[in-house]
């Protein structure tokens, strides 16, 4: 039982360590697909954003730097993404160079999540535990309610399958980026 005790306290204590990654959003300052990929790219940031070397970064801060790695869609609905390294840095007219070499971060979709459709989905995951079937069903009549006239029944086993463990072996999509999206960047450099 010790064991088990220790075993746990470890696993919390590496889950809270100080170099977690810290996400923050950003818009996108020009056009970018990671299936025809640039060699430079743009963002603003939305957040004021603290560095570990105590450089502060203020909202509306534009981040000038190299796509150094991109990162394909993989199976399990994984999108890709980019990372960059940055070089500059401009705030209110100044220009700033970004001397930390091994300072890189990742470039990523910004999907909004929606708090009542996550509960919803996870108490009928809960319920599909308890009762076996019953999230298959509820899918089914949902896909049947949703589909135009003619295609009902078609639309409720695709629903199925959508809602289903077996839809994570699609992979995901590329990255396609217009002026002006919001993304996530994300970074083990920030505190």
């Not at 603003?44 to 990162?71: A, F, H, S």
């Not at 399958?161 to 970074?187: A, P, Q």
């Amino acid at each position: 039982m010790k064991n088990i005790l220790l075993k746990f306290i470890f696993i919390i204590f590496l889950l809270t360590s100080s170099v977690q990654a810290k996400t923050f959003k950003v818009v996108s300052l020009q056009n970018f697909s990671t299936q025809a990929p640039c060699e430079f790219y743009k963002i603003q940031l939305l957040e004021t954003v603290t560095l570990k070397n105590e450089l502060v970064l203020e909202d509306g801060t534009i981040i000038i730097g190299r796509v150094d790695r991109i990162q394909e869609p993989q199976r399990g609905k994984r999108d890709s993404y980019f990372e960059i390294t940055p070089l500059f840095y401009m705030h209110n007219g100044t220009s700033q160079k970004i001397i930390d070499p091994n300072f890189v971060v990742r470039i990523m979709g910004y999907k909004p999540i929606n708090p009542g459709k996550v509960v919803l989905t996870t108490s009928w995951k809960v319920m599909g535990f308890i009762f076996k079937g019953v999230t298959q069903s509820v899918s089914f009549t949902q896909g049947v309610a949703q589909a135009p006239q003619g295609q009902r029944i078609k639309n409720g086993f695709e629903k199925v399958y959508k809602d289903s463990f077996l839809s994570y072996i699609e992979v995901g999509k590329e990255l396609e980026i217009k002026t002006g999206d919001i993304l996530l960047l994300k970074t083990k450099k920030i505190e």
